[in-house]
């Protein structure tokens, strides 16, 4: 799954490794690696908080809220 991350005035394409944690509303991190240029570049951690869709919307309030229901 491809998401952007926040940088300073910057916001770049990443793809998200780790699905699973991405989904998991206790994990405060998710393994990604940026996408861009031509050679696959290292994997590094990204805060949940920093990542939205490529569209502009935030991400669901269930993956990053343990207490959504609440």
Do not use: N
């Not at 991405?22 to 990542?51: C, M, N, W, Y």
């Amino acid at each position: 799954m491809f998401l952007k991350v926040r940088h300073d005035d910057d916001a770049s394409l990443v793809e998200v490794l780790d699905l699973k944690a991405l989904f998991d509303p206790f994990a405060a991190t998710v393994q990604a690696r940026i996408h861009g240029g031509e050679e696959l570049q290292d994997p590094h951690h990204f805060a949940k908080s920093d990542l939205f869709f490529p569209s502009g919307e935030a991400l669901p309030r269930c993956w990053l809220d343990s207490h959504y229901q609440s």
